[in-house]
């Protein structure tokens, strides 16, 4: 910075003796954001000084800055910022700076997703990538010459403005200008000193040759781009979409429907529905899904597209199909015959908006003919997701590649093709590998697990034996020290290692109650904007997969500063109510405060303890005491857990009684060999305890919520179950009208008085599979901003309560750290930093993503490990892979069965494809020539020996073994081989019945599972038959939890206080 250029930084000649600045530095500077910028410099004839006063643009919120220390600035020009985003966003390439004119091509030319996705980058400040307002600058600002194509004002303005920047920085560093117009860079490559044009491979091989992800990346658009603009002109007479004026109008008049296009996944090729909005109790033809048959009516839409249809004449209405899927890539057609009653039907008419993401896909085994299909790289690639088409890419990695998953992204979908075309992107790994199936769930589920950067840690307070963390005097000063007045403990499952929240009750001496509710204070250590917050709100939830999670916060504040260990003082976020004889609140408080807690119980321990047990063993607090001291503290504790229980059992009659539509959660315990292998699967009663705490602080959130609406009624983050829609009660009442009883689902009230009085003595499992037919039709609650929905839609349907947030779990939901700083906010009568109703529904929108995204996340991994349990066992000979199931659900070539033993559910075909029926006589089964005949409530088969009838709620026996799949996730199969119930099963005595009547939900029993399904995996990959000498040191590095507790019976009680704190969270 010692040898400025002999010209001003903004290029043209200064006088003798000059002090200048910014030119636009008058009105905020908005195009120069390089912490380069001098912003103040003096410049004098003979000797050249400066003033190091940055230019005021890098202050403005939300875009980011170049940062000094690279080798040159990137300026893309308008097409290769529209073809080549995608490179543009990899983390290794920054120091980006996006024009003005760029965005406006981008928006204009390409599409408002490209255009948000520049945003994004730009507002990441890891990606140190920012946006120059070249049309607001007098000097960078070029108008079009008269006769000026688009195209070439365009060049003409994004080079302009790149050589005003480079000397506006005084030539500090090189601008690099990409552009794909080999006759620009000819003309204007050599024009001015600092300032390059290069094509994007180019600039790729020359400066970036290492990554090679790019270089594949770059192959792959390429090649899709030339066959996009190759089949341009010759365009077959096939009907397009209407232009986007004409759909905007039509949509606005009513004349078409705008949805969400949502694929059958059993159905690709038959079936696909528009999902819309704004539907009530009512069931008409005005709000119910609308279905668009075929792969002709859905006009090349993608699953999860934003689309406007055209509904048909009522003549050419149809039904969803009534028949099970019996192919392996559901592609079987269903007859007129198989449908059901006719729905509204219509075709896909306009795009409004693409949600076209990243898939995973692999490239078919069978490689016979597909020389001639290759040539010139040109393959289909068989996405993950049965909902998505085969996708045309290029890549001269086929072969390489050939039992690998990759990533491909969709590009177009030409009028005349039938599959859309696309790239690849990068590989995931070898198909069948653990590692290699969990990624496809993340990237199918959009979910970028990274590890945190160093930045975000340097922000963070640390916690070592070096250097151990104190508490700040002066917060300590301004809080309420809890220490010697409340004894406040925790109750957790074995294993927890993220104590986000405590509990204590006491008697105050007017013989009034104080309940307490403390939660982990993330929000003191999480400032807004820093980078540890931006980060936890781009993952807005911490994944729990099957075998591991991936966490919102790092792990010092996760695990530690913030977890609410026994022991240690920390800081915490407090309600405290004071209750009466009859728990009704007197009085509420709320406030930071210093809490230590003085026990850290797990949910057996406290049950015990309740039920007059002393589990002295469990509670490491109470050893080596003497006599008395031990017999006042257990008095003591068991006074509180007593207190709480009966505190619970109150708060949750109360809520029953207004309509709590209540659905239990069951664990799930796995019994192990002496070589950690599971040898079985046991469901488990639930305890008192659990929803006791539950209880607290479903109550906990209810009382936050209706402080912060209090204060903030436009701008507080709420939490909403909308009503459910009436057709998705359907099932529900059929099965309940088989045994001659009804549900009256017209308000949540009647709902769960109805499935209290459904209950048959000869079969308890009947009113557990109702209630779970209750929770498939419920919606999904959702957070949102009070200013965006009227109030009589604040209200919460499962939980009968109208209002209600979360507070309770900071530490794996960004939603929580929201909420408290708006406590905090309404305490003190501070509203700094607090966003606005337009910002926080936002928010709340990208939460509701990322947190639905989680769950189906979580599901698929489920699923995939419970594949893995049944995978290397042999059906025929393992007694855990036969079992019970109930019939829950007929169709016209079989039925839907219920597996008490493992919470699944599946299909069982009692037709197959070629006609024949299935038989059973003497205990075999057989395929025979027959019929198949469905009632309301039954379904017979009739062969030459018979005819068998199979009614709803019948138990029969089914075999369970995996069906392997290349390119798609690996299924389970269940077949009947008996019609009778399963005899071991049910020949067991009392024991077994609750075993059956207690119907665990999937997710619960794999969360147990799947633990010891990857222990056995990495023992069957060793050499030796026992773990290793390493194993210590390798799982210590690389492993959740010690072997003495496990990190599933958390994510088993996380599930379980979702169940009860929100019915969405429990549906499958």
Known sequence: MNNLPSVTPHGYAAPTSVKWRCPTSTVRCPECCSRLCFGDVSVEFGRKSHETSVCEANQVPGVGRLPAGLTHYVVPDCQAARDFLEILELPEICGILFLQTVLHSVLHQGSRRAYTRIRNVVKDPRQQCSIFANEFCHYAYNERKAGESLNDWQSRTVYDGAVWYYNHLAGQIPILVITEDTKLIKELGAKTTGVFLLSMEEYLKKFWSSVTNALDIYESLSASLKETADMKGNVKAKKDYLPQEVVAAGIKSGRYVQGCLQVNKHRPQQEAFLQRTGTGMKNTDAESDILIPGANNRNRAVHGDIVAVELLPRMEWQGRSKSLAQSEDMQDKGTDSESNTTMPTGRVVGIVQRNWRDYVASFPQNTEGQGQRSKGGRILVIPYDYRIPRIRISTRQAETLQHHRVIVRIDSWPLDSQYPNGHFVRTLGTIGSLETEIASILVENNISVRAFSEGQIKELPTNSEEKPWTMDPEEVARRRDLHQSHLIFSIDPKGCEDVDDTLSVRQLPNGNLELGVHIADVSYFVKPNSLTDLEAKARATTVYLADRRHDMLPAILSADLCSLIGGVDRYAMTVLWELDSNYEVQNVWYGRTIIRSAYKMFYEA???????????????????????????????????????????????????????????????????????????????????????????????????????????????????????????????????????????????????????????????????????????????????????????????????????????????????????????????????????????????????????????????????????????????????????????????????????????????????????????????????????????????????????????????????????????????????????????????????????????????????????????????????????????????????????????????QFKEMALREDLDESQS
């Open 606 to 1052: 406290a049950q015990a303890l309740h039920d007059g047990n002393v589990p002295l063993e469990d509670i490491p607090e109470l050893e080596n005491l003497d006599a008395e001291t031990l017999e006042h503290r257990l008095n003591e504790l068991k006074w509180c857990i007593s207190k709480l229980m009966h505190i619970a059992r109150h708060l949750r009659s109360k809520r029953e009684s207004g309509g709590a539509v209540q659905l239990e959660g069951v664990e799930v315990q796995v019994q192990l060999g002496e070589k950690k292998e599971i040898e079985d699967l046991i469901p488990k009663q639930p305890l008192e305890i659990h929803e006791t705490i539950a209880e607290c602080m479903i109550f906990a959130n209810h009382w936050v919520a209706k402080k912060i609406a209090e204060t903030f009624p436009h701008s507080s983050l709420l939490r909403h179950h909308p009503l459910p829609r009436q057709e998705h009660f359907g099932n529900l009442n059929h099965c309940a009208k088989s045994k001659g009883m009804t549900v009256d689902t017209s308000s949540n009230k009647s709902l769960a008085e109805s499935l209290d009085q459904c209950v048959d003595p000869k079969d308890p499992v009947f009113n557990k599979i109702l209630r779970t037919l209750a929770t498939y039709a419920m919606s999904n609650a959702l957070y949102f901003s009070t200013g965006s929905l009227s109030r009589d839609q604040y209200y919460h349907y499962g939980l009968a309560l109208d209002k209600y947030t979360h507070f309770t779990s900071p530490i794996r939901r960004y939603a929580d750290v929201i909420v408290h700083r708006l406590l905090m906010a309404a305490i003190n009568g501070e509203e700094e930093a607090l966003p606005g109703n337009k910002e926080l529904q936002d928010l709340c929108d990208h939460i509701n993503t990322k947190n639905r995204a989680s769950q189906h996340a979580q599901k698929a991994s489920q699923e995939l490990f419970q594949s893995l349990f049944f995978k290397d066992k042999d059906p025929e000979k393992d007694e855990c892979c036969t079992v019970d199931a109930v019939i829950f659900e007929l169709r016209a070539n079989g039925m839907l069965v219920f597996i008490p033993r493992y919470g699944m559910k599946g299909a069982v075909y009692l037709k197959d494809k070629s006609g024949l029926v299935v038989d059973v006589s003497e205990g075999k089964l057989h395929w025979l020539p027959g019929t198949l005949s469905k009632g309301d409530f039954s379904l017979t088969v009739t062969t030459s020996n018979g005819s068998t009838s199979y009614h709803l709620f019948d138990h029969i026996t089914v075999r369970i073994s995996v069906t392997p799949s290349h390119a798609h996730p690996l299924m389970l199969h269940l077949e009947m081989v008996d019609n009778k119930p399963h005899q071991i099963e049910t020949s067991q005595e009392g024991n077994n019945q609750d075993q059956i009547s207690n119907v665990p939900n999937k997710t619960d029993i794999v969360k147990e599972v799947t633990k010891e399904v990857k222990l056995a995996e990495s023992v069957s990959h060793t050499d030796a038959n026992d773990l290793g000498p390493n194993y210590s040191d390798l799982k210590s590095k690389y492993g959740q939890t010690s072997e003495a507790i496990s990190i599933y019976s958390l994510l088993q």
